[in-house]
């Protein structure tokens, strides 16, 4: 047996509870049947180190990083996670390093019971891609377009602690439950499920509030008004700069019409949700008192970020 599939069994292959896996790895391609009456909604995302998290990273932080991107993505879109695959660089780090890598995806798949049914494991620098599947009802997909003026913006959890967490990391403050904030990042996958037909809009805060809020405006053909006090409130650490235009907290954002107001109150998000703004006619993201443009989060093609 070659080295790539030795690895591959040892490390990859895990039981899991899903009787929804035909064919899984070991073959070609992987075989999933979907629930009757449900779409599919995928989503892939890549995590490169020295990009989008600090070289020499905790494997079991990478493990569950790039899992739990994708499942925020899934949350955004209302979706059930059901399945993943797993696409691997890395050097050769030692057993131990890709035994930690695993111990990380597959914790937290197993919580959100994701079956891993395939992917492809290669030497090169550090970089992982998953791409992630999951269901959702026929014709209930959560999507950035659907706010209307007059619906108020709601964000899950609270906002900046990653960004801090980052920082504390880089520069070893020490600030321990914001570093855990940025190295295990939730996806609000309960979140998501609850605000099908509740929502009429929602997206994944993965580059900060401002950027993403901005997503939601141009897709929807809006103006978002951000209110800075009411992001003061779920400010970690009270640093609403930071809520503000902070990267990688995964929390949801969401748009919800009066008529619904009271739906959302009765519904299980699995965490709080809190007011920040409303939509209103026009386009892009407004916050009062403050310049948005000095609030805009990472861009990968900003000539600013050029690794090069
Ligand atoms: P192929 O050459 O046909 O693409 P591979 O040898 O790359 O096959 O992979 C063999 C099997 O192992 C496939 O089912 C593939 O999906 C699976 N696989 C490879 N790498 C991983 C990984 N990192 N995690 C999970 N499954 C993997
Ligand atoms: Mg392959």
Request: charge should be negative; charged fraction near 25%; aromatic fraction near 6%.
């Amino acid at each position: 047996m070659s080295g790539e599939r030795a690895l591959i069994e040892r490390y990859f292959l895990r039981r899991h509870a899903r009787d929804d896996v035909i064919l899984g790895i070991g073959d070609d391609g992987a075989v999933t049947r979907l629930r009757r009456g449900c779409e599919l909604v995928s989503a892939t995302d890549t995590v490169v180190e020295g990009v989008h998290f600090p070289r020499g990273l905790a494997p079991a932080a990478v493990g569950h990083r790039v899992l739990a991107v994708n499942l925020s993505d899934l949350a955004a879109m209302g979706a059930d996670p059901a399945w993943a695959l797993l696409a691997l660089a890395c050097e050769d780090g030692g057993a131990d390093w890709l035994q930690q890598f695993a111990d990380g995806f597959f914790a937290l798949a197993e919580r959100f019971g994701v079956g891993l049914v395939g992917g492809d494991l290669v030497r090169a620098p550090l970089a992982a891609t998953v791409t992630a599947l999951g269901q959702v009802p026929r014709g209930r997909a959560l999507q950035r377009a659907g706010a209307r003026a007059g619906d108020i913006v709601y964000v899950t959890g609270t906002l900046g602690g990653a960004a801090a967490g980052l920082s504390s990391l880089l520069d070893g403050t020490g600030v321990t439950a914001c570093e855990r904030r940025f190295l295990f990042p939730e996806p609000r996958v309960a979140a998501g499920v609850a605000l099908r037909g509740i929502a009429s809009a929602a997206i994944d805060l993965s580059d900060g509030l401002v950027t993403d809020a901005a997503r939601v405006a141009l897709a929807s053909g809006v103006r978002l008004e951000i209110d800075a006090a009411r992001v003061a409130a779920v400010a970690a650490g009270d640093d609403v700069i930071r809520a503000l235009r902070g990267g990688d907290d995964y929390e949801l954002l969401f748009t919800v019409s009066a008529a619904r107001e009271q739906m959302l109150r009765e519904a299980e998000l699995g965490c709080r949700a809190t007011a920040i703004g409303r939509v209103v006619d026009g386009a892009g993201v407004g916050v009062a008192g403050h310049d948005v443009e000095a609030l805009q989060g990472y861009d990968h093609f900003d000539p600013c970020n050029d690794p090069r």
